[in-house]
């Protein structure tokens, strides 16, 4: 079983549409909780943080349930731009790395 | 300029070639990492470096090897180089320090293909 697992997509939506992309991660050893954002061919780029009580930046959600040990992103009124692929991320406890999801891939249409 | 560069930016080599990828950062950053990313896989850590002298091992290391010349300076070798190691190579930085989440600043790549 992967440690981080996503699904890869692709999410077709439409502009100004809600989306919501899911992660599951395996060791409940981990702490820290991350959503990057990859453009086609270019290197990751941190987009938020998910901490436990939930978090918001602008049209981005994160959310958190380490019972079940869940990650989501929710992303309102889409734009052309949030077109890129999602990569969940922890950092487990007692490391000093990050152990990468496989990405979500998001198109955003006309 | 960039923070996190890498060279080559794109290279096609032999198999059985020997093959070294650079990395620089001007961040300050004490910890640099090497990635590789493969279609479905994600990526997957090869090494990493905690400080000038420190070198550990990640998930794939073999075929692998790294040197940090200098704390801005971390580089990786492939020693004979085989097809499957036909990738996109990432260098990535971080500085515990200044950070309570460990968040690492990525270099643009190195896509390198082995025939």
């Known amino acids: 079983r992967k440690e981080v697992e996503q699904d890869p997509g692709p999410f077709n939506v439409p502009e100004g549409a809600t989306v919501a992309f899911n992660c599951t991660y395996s060791n409940s050893a981990s702490q820290s909780f991350f959503w990057y954002r990859q453009d086609c061919r270019k290197e990751p780029k941190l987009l938020m943080s998910?901490?436990?009580s939930g978090n918001e930046d602008g049209r981005f959600t994160a959310q958190l349930n380490r019972a079940s040990q869940y990650i989501s992103l929710l992303i309102r009124d889409s734009k052309l731009s949030d077109s890129a692929t999602y990569l969940c991320?922890?950092?487990?406890?007692?490391?000093?790395?990050?152990?990468f999801g496989a990405g979500t891939r998001l198109a955003v249409h006309p | 300029d960039a923070d996190v560069t890498q060279t080559p930016r794109n290279r096609i080599t032999k198999t059985g070639k020997r093959i070294m990828l650079e990395c620089s950062q001007t961040k300050g950053h004490d910890r640099m990492y090497w990635y590789r990313q493969d279609p479905g896989l994600g990526l997957r850590l090869i090494y990493y470096s905690f400080d000038v002298k420190d070198i550990n091992k990640g998930e794939i290391s073999d075929g692998y090897s790294v040197s940090r010349q200098a704390q801005a300076k971390f580089s990786l070798s492939l020693e004979s180089a085989i097809p499957n190691q036909t990738a996109l190579y990432f260098c990535?930085?971080?500085?515990?320090?200044?950070?309570?989440?460990?968040?690492?600043?990525f270099g643009p790549g190195t896509r390198l293909t082995v025939l």
């Open positions: 998910v901490y436990s």
């Open positions: 991320v922890v950092n487990m406890s007692g490391y000093n790395k990050l152990i």
């Open positions: 990535a930085t971080s500085d515990l320090e200044h950070s309570s989440y460990n968040e690492q600043f």
